[in-house]
């Protein structure tokens, strides 16, 4: 099995010695699928977090979702899990009725966990794995 490294046309955040925050790759093609790590509503220009609300935020997150799938040759309609993490379960509707309109028919599955924070101010979070767009 090939594991390749998705390159993503999206602005790191980067400490101060120039190296991502985050030791990661934002996607990996391995076996006929893609596997996105976590995505936070950062706007792919600037590195930054997006502020606003869940709704924002959720938009925000799906769109760089999209952007990272189709860097990778994938897209949104070839989905079949994701996971999304999420500060507040009272947010459960208003990321249902955003997460609705990326994917209208047949969405994946799909898991829901809330979390207590991360080390940046966001409220959302949504990792995936997706068929290659050669599978």
């Known amino acids: 099995m090939k594991k390749e ?19 990661l790759s934002r996607a990996i093609k391995a076996n006929g699928f893609v596997f996105v790590s976590g995505i936070p509503p950062h706007d792919p220009q600037t590195g930054q977090v ?3 609300d869940i709704a ?27 996971t999304v993490f999420c500060t507040n379960v009272a947010y459960f509707s208003d990321v249902n009725e955003i997460y609705r309109e990326y994917f ?11 979390v207590g924070s991360w080390p940046h101010k966001f409220d959302i979070e949504i990792e995936a794995i997706a068929l290659a767009g050669d599978s």
Request: no cysteine; glycine share 4%.
């Open 5 to 23: 490294v998705v390159k993503v046309p999206m602005k790191d955040t980067l400490d101060d010695k120039g190296r991502r925050l985050v030791p």
């Open 50 to 52: 997006v502020r606003g």
């Open 56 to 82: 924002t935020q959720t938009r925000r997150v799906l769109d760089n979702l999209k952007l990272t799938l189709e860097a990778a040759g994938s897209s949104l309609d070839r989905v079949v899990k994701t």
């Open 104 to 114: 209208p028919q047949d969405p994946p599955t799909r898991t829901f966990v809330t």
